[in-house]
């Protein structure tokens, strides 16, 4: 790797200004949150738009959006894992087998959407039943569920193609998407709420509708997309599936960790619930503002993987963990300086804006651990450490049960209490993750494992579907340092085995003149900077 040449005056210039890794960060992060945000904002509007048909249409709204997200958090993996995959699959030059990861995660998103399908057609009255439904609200939102169901084989499809542009660097396209369909959501439902006076239900079918609009603006992209989905083989599909359980595991942690802090604010009164729904609103903004940077994080982690460059992946996981902390210093304090006038915006009553306002500082004062935790997220999930972070996620409820259960016992310590709780919660999971992303990336191992010796993550060298995974199960996955399983994927392994000392002294040489004050390492996301100008790499990440 050639090391771009800077001028003296370099090192005062990055201190006045973001480098071009910084801003390449910043760049990918941007269009990333307004995705993020797009969906929210909608459902508020949804909200508005259905609340106007009364309380018994707005209460099946919420009975069936419930369910509905709870399909949402279950197939999320199909972006999350696809991004990763693409990433690493580029980064190592095997644009073939970025392809495969593409189209396992389409044939994934249309399978498992049939069987979706059914499932909620058969199941929708249990599942409202179960929800606390009864009577007329029930009735409407089962049929609210059964008219939903039609879009989820397009929804499913936009998660796979948002992880597959989101993977090639493209965070302007799913943007754009969303916002478009959206658009096309908020114009069905007014058409068919009011006029054509399909009430409800007409609300579900502008839903459906903007699902196929997003689904159909994704597979059009695919003809400028800079990778094209290939068929995939056994083994992409597998890869993919096992990926899908884990992260699926992770996702139903951390909706436990949120539905439990809602159980026990149920327990200290209405006041309280009321108080506590009005700053979750607020913390589910924030993160949403936050998560953008893990966005960065994880593709150019998984490129950097995929070259095989270690010092890469370091100085990235530096970048965007700094730049978290600042984003999360900045807006924790604008909700602490902000927390005693914030709830009036929602509501009038005094009882309730005094609860939120206790529970808003303490969400305020997390949001740093937040921020550390969301871009933690996105590192590993570059490298594909999906058991890491499903068992982390885990484990963060263990830091999180004492305070809620104390809180439960004793209705004195109140919001606080609760919010308390969910700081450990977030802190738990930074410094788990933490603590796993320094043992990946500080060359800790004593030895690498025995498939690795041909170095399969190296720049220029694309490793096949599944390499080293059959070597792993014949060692047990019990490799010196590495905690090593079956069935991890081969960027997981490689990123484990780089680690080993003196395997990877280029990178290592790198990394100490970054540390020492020398050039920005923007070739790991595609730009050198020489002299101040900057200067385009070749898609290997080097120099031309």
């Not at 040489?509 to 900057?534: M, S």
């Amino acid at each position: 790797m050639r090391m771009a040449v800077t001028g003296p005056g370099a090192a005062a210039r990055r201190g006045r200004r973001l480098d071009g890794l910084d801003r390449r960060i910043v760049a990918l992060a941007v269009p990333a949150l307004g995705a993020l945000v797009v969906q929210p904002v909608y459902n508020l509007t949804d909200a508005a738009i259905v609340g106007h048909l009364g309380t018994g249409p707005l209460a099946a709204l919420a009975l069936a959006g419930g369910a509905l997200a709870l399909v949402g958090w279950t197939a999320g993996f199909l972006q999350m894992a696809t991004v990763s995959a693409v990433a690493f699959r580029r980064g190592a030059g095997d644009e073939a087998g970025a392809g495969r990861a593409v189209g396992a995660a389409y044939a994934l998103a249309a399978a498992e959407g049939v069987v979706l399908v059914v499932a909620v057609v058969l199941g929708a009255p249990a599942v409202v039943a179960v929800l606390g439904g009864h009577g007329g609200v029930a009735s409407a939102a089962v049929g609210y569920l059964r008219i939903s169901s039609v879009g989820l084989v397009p929804l499913l499809v936009s998660l796979a193609g948002n992880g597959h542009l989101v993977g090639t660097r493209d965070t302007r396209g799913p943007f754009l998407v969303a916002l478009v369909a959206n658009a096309v959501n908020v114009v069905l439902e007014v058409v068919l709420v009011y006029p054509a006076g399909l009430g409800l239900a007409g609300s579900a079918w502008g839903t459906v509708g903007a699902e196929v609009v997003s689904a159909a603006l994704f597979v059009w992209r695919w003809r400028t997309a800079a990778v094209v989905p290939r068929r995939p083989g056994r083994a992409e599909l597998g890869q993919l599936a096992r990926d899908g359980a884990r992260l699926t595991v992770r996702s139903a942690a951390l909706g436990a960790a949120l539905l439990s802090s809602t159980a026990v604010a149920a327990r200290l009164g209405a006041a309280a619930l009321a108080g506590h729904q009005v700053t979750l609103q607020v913390w589910t903004l924030l993160a949403l503002a936050l998560d953008a940077l893990a966005v960065p994080a994880q593709v150019f982690v998984g490129e950097a993987i995929g070259r095989g460059d270690l010092a890469a992946a370091r100085v990235v996981g530096r970048r965007t963990l700094r730049l978290g902390c600042a984003a999360g210093v900045v807006v924790g304090g604008a909700v602490v300086a902000s927390a005693w006038a914030l709830p009036a915006v929602f509501t009038p009553g005094r009882a309730v804006q005094a609860e939120a306002t206790r529970a808003l500082v303490v969400c305020g004062a997390l949001q740093p651990a937040a921020a550390l935790a969301f871009v933690l997220d996105g590192l590993l999930l570059g490298a594909a450490r999906y058991r890491t972070l499903q068992r982390a996620m885990v484990a963060a409820l263990a830091a999180f049960a004492p305070l809620a259960v104390a809180t439960a016992l004793d209705h004195r310590l109140g919001l606080v209490g609760v919010w308390l709780g969910l700081w450990c919660w977030l802190a738990a999971r930074a410094g788990l993750l933490g603590w796993r992303w320094i043992a990946m990336t500080g060359g800790r191992s004593a030895a690498g494992p025995p498939h690795l010796a041909g170095r399969p993550g190296a720049a220029g060298s694309a490793p096949a579907p599944g390499a080293g995974r059959a070597a792993a199960e014949g060692e047990q996955g019990d490799v010196v340092g590495v905690d090593l399983v079956a069935d991890e994927p081969a960027h997981d392994v490689v990123a484990d085995g780089l680690g080993v000392d003196g395997a990877d002294e280029g990178a290592e040489a790198l990394e100490a003149q970054v540390e020492a004050g020398g050039p920005p390492l923007d070739e790991a996301v595609g730009v050198a900077e020489e002299d101040g100008a900057g200067r385009e790499l070749d898609g290997g990440g080097r120099a031309g």
